[in-house]
């Protein structure tokens, strides 16, 4: 960025898995972030975003605020000076209230448009999903023209309605805006596990001796971290963009790469037949009485049959010039958080 002020990117939910990693990628290459969190006071939320900073000598560039999203107050002065927005604050739960989740989403979505509008910000990169594309229709390519239309897990609909409405608050407030749709986000450098990696433990210590093949694609967090970069740096990037470079596996070729690579693990060897799924999601159910964390609701359950998750990333490689780290890098950077 030559002599020149380094371009400020403000980054709502730094502490998460994929806001952090957005810090460090914006970091590296010279930008200057203000950075977001719920309180400043916890440890759990700075320490880990902080150390990047510290790690690569450059503490100047790098400002944590406290803020809530579903607080209308202060996000402009908070984002005045800044060059753009990363939105990516929200609540990654299938267990969640829709409620909780559908108002993190949505109010956050509305607070921070219009902030960024107000603080003379232009160009907004948007942190939505996969699940705001969905998986139906089984058997077609879903591209970025694609939307979900299942209403049946509370946070595939707030993804979906919060992307929407982005879109909309764009166009009225005249927002210059990008999205980016990342499939199921693998990699370690996270402070709490999130659903996407969360059943990486249980599998590795043999909880459960078979798996379903549910459909499922992945990513890692450092590619979704440079798409986002990538975005706000493209002029000609326009729309949504698809980060989906393992496309059309399942649970089950996930945990058995798991113990390919890893074999003092107990990862499952063996995949459950579709017809016993319901024997699986009864199990759950009786595990989830006596205290144990339920993966496998009814709703996630017909969730995950009901599609498949052939996506194209082409538009993300052609348009960001992205290269992706490959599957088993995925994998095993996931599961060295866990040994």
Known sequence: MG?????????SGVNGHIGNHIVRDLLEHGYAV????????????????RAHASELGCEDRLELVEGDVLDADDWVSMM?????????????????????ILDTATKGTTH?????????????????????????????????????TDASLPYTVAKTQSEHL????????????????????????????????????DAMAGKYPVVPKFPMSVVHVRDVARAHRRAFEVDNAEGRFILAPH???????????????????????????????PVAVFQDWIGGKFGRQRYLTRAVAKNMMGGDTNYSSAKAEKVLGMEWEDFDTCIQDTVDVFL
Do not use: M
Request: with cysteine.
């Open 3 to 11: 002599d020149k002020a380094p371009k400020r990117i403000f980054v």
């Open 166 to 201: 982005a879109w909309k608050l764009a166009g009225e407030l005249g927002l210059d805006l990008r999205v980016i749709n990342p499939t199921a986000v693998l990699g370690g450098g996270f402070v709490r596990p999130t659903p996407s990696v969360d059943f990486f433990q």
């Open 34 to 49: 203000r950075g977001s969190v719920r309180d400043l006071d916890d440890p759990k939320k700075t320490e880990h975003v």
């Open 112 to 148: 921070l448009l219009h902030a960024a509008a107000e603080a003379g910000i232009q160009r907004v990169v948007y942190t939505s999903s996969t699940a705001a594309v969905g998986t139906a229709p089984k058997g077609r390519v879903k591209d970025e023209s694609v939307w979900n």
């Open 80 to 100: 005045e000076g800044c060059d753009g927005l990363f939105h990516t604050a929200t609540i990654y739960s299938t267990r969640g209230t829709a409620t909780e």
């Open 247 to 277: 496309a059309n596996l399942s649970l089950a070729t996930i945990c058995k790469r798991i113990r390919t690579l890893n074999p003092s693990t107990k990862a499952p060897r063996f995949s459950l037949p579709n017809l016993l799924v």
